[in-house]
């Protein structure tokens, strides 16, 4: 059993498969109201270095449906804030809790963390890697196409944590992927380059929005200035100039395809109301299974 949740990279197919469906599970009981106190009598370190919505709420609430007691740190307001070392919180906190959820900036701290903690870390996003969110995704195409295999994937816009998951997520369940972004804006290349050595997934990186979501049966996309990139909003927004997900696209895409996106949206700019609210946005089920999967997820790690 492996101990930590930093990267999809960490995990194959049949190990993530399985939290799916233990997903699905978790969802069927809290929909029936049949407890599923998993977590019984633990609790579970939150640690925020960035603002949230989603992953509060969703390890939250996940937390105490589990039976546990989630503790909500903000680093603002705790000693990391001061400088402590990472290294010094992680080892404390591990004395304290079950386990630890970070939503923080750099890969290399949740890494940091979680080499030196005695319990589980799940890692609730980063500059890098976001796979807590790609899971949730890909458990709302389950639900949607039954299978994820024989699919292709588009994604439209920003290479940033959300494009280098889906590019691991493509390489470890071997659906095809092809990714439209601006010149200047692709995906980390060693993430690339990592994928496309593992097996024969189809993984595309492209600047034409169209040829990405040409017979597309998913199409995904994300905000074009992340958190953080606040200052960069009027030169990001020349760039994607022409990569909104709107009608246009999916216009070219199947007939019966879905639409993603992790939130929050700013409509008008990556994506258009019309999408996101239309019959083919499957984003509040997407929203929604962030709670299933991290519940599933922590009852892996800690059970």
Request: hydrophobic content about 40%; some cysteine; aromatic content about 8%.
């Amino acid at each position: 059993m492996k101990r930590h949740f930093l990267a999809l990279h960490d995990y194959n197919e049949v190990e993530l498969y399985g939290m799916l469906v233990l997903a699905k599970e978790l969802k069927h009981h809290q929909k029936q109201g049949v407890p599923h106190r998993l977590l019984e009598g633990k609790s579970v370190a939150l640690i925020f270095e960035k603002a949230s919505t989603r992953t509060r709420v969703s390890f939250e609430v996940g937390v105490w449906q589990l039976g546990g007691q989630p503790l909500f740190i903000s680093s603002g307001t705790s000693q990391m804030g001061r400088g402590e070392p990472i290294k010094d919180t992680a080892r404390t906190i591990a004395r304290y809790c079950d386990g630890v959820m970070i939503r923080t900036y750099g890969q290399e701290i949740v890494e940091e963390f979680a080499r030196h903690s005695a319990v589980p870390v799940i890692n609730g996003l980063t500059d890098r890697f976001h796979p807590c969110q790609v899971m949730a995704d890909i458990m709302t195409v389950i639900e949607h196409k039954r299978t994820y295999e024989g699919l292709k994937f588009a994604w439209i816009g920003d290479g940033n944590n959300m494009a280098n998951t889906w590019i691991e997520a493509a390489a470890i369940f071997g659906f095809d992927l092809t990714l439209a972004c601006p010149k200047g804006y692709e995906p980390d290349a060693d993430v690339l380059a990592w994928a496309r050595g593992r097996n024969s997934a189809k993984i595309v990186v492209t600047d034409d929005p169209f040829e990405a979501a040409r017979e597309a049966d998913v199409l995904n996309t994300d905000v074009w200035a992340s958190m953080g990139q606040e200052a960069e909003q009027k030169e990001r927004e020349k760039a994607f100039a022409g990569f909104q997900l709107n009608e246009a696209l999916l216009d070219v895409a199947r007939g019966n395809c879905m639409v993603l996106h992790c939130l929050p949206a700013h409509r008008g700019e990556e994506i258009t109301g019309d999408v996101i609210e239309g019959p083919h946005s499957a984003v509040w089920d997407e929203a929604e299974n962030r709670l299933h999967v991290q519940k599933a997820i922590m009852a892996t790690l800690m059970k």
